[in-house]
């Protein structure tokens, strides 16, 4: 049984493997020189300052990120985004009035990380604002050149609010890719695997659109369906069951950005027997209907 703990430590394994991938590492390039906004891929419960240190951080926030309690402001906050957005885009806004947004990269029914960006105001800051604020500040007992600060905080990027929007569905776009690209590194984990499993992993790429059995698979690496099943859950963390899913969905995934195919097509051309079982698999491993998935592609010209 999974505890929140290996949760955790599952999902900050998934996000260095993530930053470590091509896809990743050309998003991040194009999505801050193009936005100039920072930009961040975080582990569940990983409560820090996701922006610190960032090249595109609002100099406001790294100013208040150096004084404890507007530390432990921004941390509590960041707490709150996290619980908020686990099933879609959520946007909140910190004691200084910036917003600030996570998108959750989503992997069957959990969220598996989060994108991060933000640091924004949605209007043209003022010096009535900026006064109520430094009221604040001072009353928080906080020791700062408010004159430094001031300078910072009219430094802040103004986005409207559907110039913002988009950003966020650009977030949402890439966040389906990292869910894909996270999918198949829970199908190839990085592990010492045993030549039976090794063959077992072949013989069900070569025979996913058929109706294949773990007796069957068993049978080909020469293996009891027992000692089979137990190791090769050992060996990939999922059952054969699981794996075999995980595998034709991810074949689903390819075959619909065919905009010329039927979903139906699809379903049969990759395994399953009947359309309710493709549904209800698609929907337990993507966390979507089909029909919504493929809606949210990038329409092709």
Known sequence: MSTPESNS??????????????????????????TGLPFSLR???????????????????????????????CLQLQRKIEEQAQFEPKTLKCFAGLCDSAVPVRVGKNSVAFLQTGQVLLHQPNKKEFTRLARTLIDFGLEVDLKKLEEAYFQTRVLGKKQYEAVLRLLTVFSQHLASLSNQLMISAEQVESPMVSRAKVYIAEHQAEEVSLRQVAAAVNSSAFYFCKMF????????????????????????????KRISEVAYETGFQSLSQFNRVFRRITGQAPTVWRAKLPRQS
Not at 24 to 31: L, N, P, Q, S, V
Not at 48 to 61: R, T, V
Not at 247 to 257: A, Q, W
């Open 233 to 260: 859950k050992q060996a990939t963390g999922l059952t054969f069951t699981d794996y075999l899913a995980r595998t034709r969905i991810e074949k689903v995934k390819n075959l619909l950005l065919n905009p010329h």
């Open 43 to 73: 582990a569940v419960e990983a409560f820090d300052l996701p922006h610190g240190g960032d090249p595109n951080e609002n100099p406001f926030c790294a100013l208040m990120a150096h004084t404890n309690h507007s530390c432990a402001a």
């Open 9 to 34: 430590k599952r999902s900050r394994a998934l996000v260095e493997q993530l930053k470590r991938s091509e896809i990743y590492r050309d998003y991040e390039r194009a999505f801050r020189e193009t």
